[in-house]
């Protein structure tokens, strides 16, 4: 018999009373420790872990998770009351790896993996002891996910893994990959694959950073040499792992119940407080035109928030997951961080391309630019975004496509074959 969920109130104070004697308050003026730009060790999360652990053992991860694979249980409210609590404390950074473990990767196994499977990681996930990464898109398969190439083959009890992948978040300090793969090549693209669990230390896995524009090393690609998987390792069904991705875009592009749990309602914004700070230090404050530029990038964000908001309450009265509603929150941003970042770049003028050693505040502007095109093409492209609006919203037809009722392996043997002659 379950027991029943605690007072809501009695809970958040329960919460406060335990934040306040584990956890450090947090500096507001301290630079994150993880930084976006810092070179990424394994060991440089080890404190982290520690602390996740101590999260974890006083029944403050996976809050809304699972009891039976260590979470706790209870609804959204709970994990946003404590969220909003944990606020002014320490809490773990993971960089790029928090989002992928607590929220793709695990809402996604969550939602197709074994009993057995789940038993066996996630309660590991919640304690910090593994950070899941997605390895999805290929050097040959970005936005056409459903062509990848990397190929899953069985011989005997076991699967043999090669191929290649890249643009993978934090998958240099992760532990463990979500690894799309081709296992049927005889079926149209989107019947053939198959998930498994890649152990990132495993003989065979090669894991090499990607150094940036902005001088980051945040993504990283992979390559498989006969990488030895089990039946333990897959997620979901054997060929049907096209149903598992589409479950974890939805999660990626925050379109999942659990997301919109958590996005807060907008409030009262401060007024662009980035490009008025470029506007200050370029002297231009008084500036009609960069006035009415503040004001526009202003509203943009206004809107987005409340576009986020609306989907939230659509979400939850639905209470399910919503591709189309998640690509709407998706293009939204995508379309405004990029055109922010210009207009930061066109109010600052030379003093954005300048700024003295060790200011961190005067080069950001100059590395959002140079970083601004990401929302843009991560986790779908805007026109990938677009082309779902339009099919799964506004219902219309699908784009013509030759190569989604052939077998992939005649797919493949004709583009090879392609001289781009008619």
Not at 36 to 45: I, N
Not at 196 to 212: H, L, M, Q
Not at 275 to 281: E, F, H, S, T, Y
Not at 411 to 417: L, P
Request: charged residues 25%; contains cysteine.
């Amino acid at each position: 018999m379950t027991a029943p969920a605690p007072d809501l109130d009695s809970y958040r104070e329960r919460a406060r009373a335990w934040l306040a004697e584990n956890l450090e308050p947090r500096d507001p003026s301290a630079r994150p420790r993880v930084h976006g730009r810092d070179h990424k060790t394994r060991e440089m999360f080890e404190p982290e872990r520690a602390l996740q652990r101590r999260l974890f053992d006083a029944g403050y991860a996976g809050i809304t998770w699972p009891v039976e694979y260590g979470g706790q249980g209870l609804t959204p409210e709970y994990e946003v009351t404590f969220a909003r609590e944990a606020r002014q404390y320490r809490t773990p950074e993971f960089g790029a790896a928090a989002g992928t473990t607590f929220n793709v990767c695990g809402r996604t196994m969550l939602a197709h993996a074994s009993p057995e499977f789940l038993a066996l990681h996630v309660p590991r996930m919640l304690a910090g002891e593994e950070l899941w990464v997605q390895f999805f898109s290929e050097p040959g398969a970005g936005s056409d996910l459903a062509g990848v190439t990397s190929r899953a083959d069985r011989d005997g009890d076991r699967w043999i893994l090669n191929g290649a992948k890249v643009w993978t978040s934090a998958g240099h300090y992760a532990d463990f990959g979500m690894c799309l793969a081709r296992t049927d090549w005889d079926v149209p693209k989107h019947r053939g694959l198959t998930w498994f669990a890649v152990d990132v230390t495993a003989p065979g896995v090669t894991v090499s950073p990607i150094r940036e524009l902005n001088g980051a090393a945040e993504f990283s690609q992979e390559q498989f040499d006969d990488v030895v998987l089990t039946d333990a390792d897959v997620i979901g069904t054997v060929n049907d792992g096209w149903t598992v991705a589409q479950t974890m875009l939805i999660y990626e592009r925050g379109g999942g119940v659990a997301n919109a749990a958590m996005m807060p309602a907008p409030a009262r914004r401060r007024f662009a407080p980035d490009l008025v700070d470029v506007a200050r230090r370029a002297g231009r404050l008084d500036d009609p035109h960069v006035r009415q530029l503040i004001a526009r990038e202003h509203i943009d964000e206004f809107a987005v928030g409340e576009l986020r908001k609306r989907m939230g309450a659509r979400m939850r009265i639905e209470g399910g997951a919503n591709a189309g509603l998640a690509s709407y929150a998706k293009l939204g941003g995508g379309v405004t961080r990029a055109r922010r970042v210009v207009t930061a770049m066109e109010i600052g003028r030379a003093r954005t391309l300048t700024w003295a050693p060790g200011d961190r505040d005067g080069e950001t502007p100059a590395l959002a630019f140079l970083n601004g095109r990401l929302g843009c093409i991560a986790g779908g492209t805007n026109e990938i975004q677009r082309n779902g609006i339009g099919e799964r919203v506004l219902g219309l037809p699908r784009e013509p496509s030759f190569d989604t009722t052939r077998p992939f392996r005649e797919v493949v043997q004709e583009a090879a074959k392609w001289t781009g002659r008619s």
